[in-house]
């Protein structure tokens, strides 16, 4: 299967111009109940992991990005991020929503991104104004996982709110912040092939849409490039001579050292390439990061 199959299959099953129609309708609407919104993101892959309409969609509104899975991203990337975010005048920080790191400093961002509104309702008298953020994500980068760490952390109560969308839940996450979860996703756009393998490289795609063999040779053509001393190291690699070989073959030598072996002595690729994703995916190859900040 060649990868512009693969794209269109991609697609075909995640594409749905009618239903993402409604998701921006549904935010457009929501939008008009919060004072802020927080958007997550991987910070693997910050690019790629983000829907552009989100940021055309939020504009008017003070925003938060949420660096997540940044114990699996390199750190130093993640830090030239949290700096280019703060030059577009964005608040972002890093956190991994699994070992609940950086979940404690979410609130004092969002407070921080609110003060100029939350000063000037002071001003008015109001002292305690009630303050409401929406959360925003692609599927699978770790939205409901973070909602559930922060709402379980400040031990709040759910409450249905009058003249709220239905479907729409609110969380009082602090002494005057609330969080609205929203039903409604949006994927990005797969118009482009980097885009499209780097969501699958980090699992964000499921694997039995993709030629996981192609998917794999395509992560090694990189690593190669990158030859972080940890996949080096697993697989017992000369990184001096990597970059000559093949990647497909490659695949190969790293499935013999793993004992991947068929009859006939030849090598299971397709059995390599899921091992070679799974660790890729659970950062034993290293903390990498696919994509800088331009």
Known sequence: ????????????????????TKTKRQIEKNLKLVDAVAEIIDAR?????????????????????????CDMADEKATKLWIEHFKKQGIIAIAIDCKSNKGINAFVPALKNALQDKIDAYKRKGMLNPSMRVMIVGIPNVGKSTFINRVFKQNKAKTADKPGVTRGNQWFTISKGFEM???????WPKFDDQLT????????????QII????????????????????????????????????????????????GMLISGGEVDTERAAIMLLDEFRAAKLGKITLEFPD
């Open 45 to 69: 892959i910050p690019i790629s992991s983000r829907n552009p309409d989100i940021a055309q969609l939020v504009t008017s509104k003070p925003r938060i990005v949420l660096l997540n899975k």
């Open 196 to 207: 499209g393998e780097r969501l699958a490289f980090t699992g964000a795609i499921k694997d």
């Open 211 to 258: 030629d996981v063999e192609l998917l794999a040779v395509r992560l090694l053509d990189l690593l190669k490039e990158l030859k972080t001393p940890d996949f080096i190291a697993r697989f017992k690699l000369d990184g001096d001579t990597i970059s000559d070989i093949d990647s497909y073959e490659l695949l190969q030598i790293i499935g013999k050292k793993r």
């Open 180 to 186: 609205l979860d929203t039903p409604g996703v949006l």
């Open 1 to 20: 299967m060649f990868w512009s199959d693969i794209m269109s299959e991609m697609q075909n099953i995640q594409w749905f111009p009618g239903h993402m």
